[in-house]
């Protein structure tokens, strides 16, 4: 009689226990599938994020590979423009270079300017052969060569020929470093080059 007392008293007191146990071990589940379905979802948006990146990087190669070669278009009409002529005036290189319009065919361009070989001995003459052009009066080269040059590359033309780019009028590319690498290497090769980062001589 008094175990069957005692085991009647032990199950009322395991039911309980058990009943209570049964909603933190819900609450911890449910806790458990929140934070895992927090990191699946975290998980697929930073996929998601990744590839929309993606995307995005392969859209601007594309439109920045499309503008260059417009560009070098532009470069290879003005080139084709000079060897068709023995000599081309200030003048003749602004009326080409309206008749294409660049500006409105080409936006973003800021000048199409001209740089000629010029040996340190034919530097007067260079100066006077442009001095007739209109905004040639003054021109001159610069910066002041050093010693033991032998030619050096000045612009010589550069369209639009505005207050803002007739600053670079004169300037010598040979004289800048990043400049000088990127022409040599366009003579060496025969083809368009792209220099590095440079800050324009207009600004």
Do not use: C
């Amino acid at each position: 009689m008094t175990s069957k007392l005692r085991k009647r008293a032990t199950d009322s007191l395991r039911r309980p226990l058990q009943s209570r146990l049964v909603v933190p071990l819900v609450f911890i589940a449910s806790i458990a599938l929140t934070i895992v379905t927090y990191l699946n979802a975290r998980e697929n948006i930073a996929l998601d994020e990744e590839h929309r990146l993606e995307q995005i990087r392969i859209e601007l190669e594309g439109q920045l590979a499309h503008r260059f070669q417009v560009y070098v278009d532009l470069i290879e009409q003005a080139r084709a423009a000079l060897i068709s002529s023995r000599y081309v005036s200030p003048e003749e290189w602004r009326m080409y270079l309206n008749s294409i319009r660049v500006q409105k065919r080409y936006p973003g361009i800021q000048a199409v300017a001209f740089v000629k070989r010029v040996p340190i001995e034919k530097l007067n003459s260079l100066k006077a052969e442009l001095q007739p052009f209109e905004g040639y009066q003054n021109f001159k080269t610069w910066p002041q060569p050093l010693p033991g040059t032998k030619a050096i590359f000045p612009v010589t033309m550069i369209e639009p020929r505005d207050q803002r780019n007739s600053r670079a009028l004169g300037f010598d590319v040979s004289s800048e470093a990043k400049r000088w690498t990127a022409m040599q290497m366009a003579m060496e090769t025969n083809s368009t080059q792209l220099s590095d980062i440079l800050t324009l001589v207009q600004e």
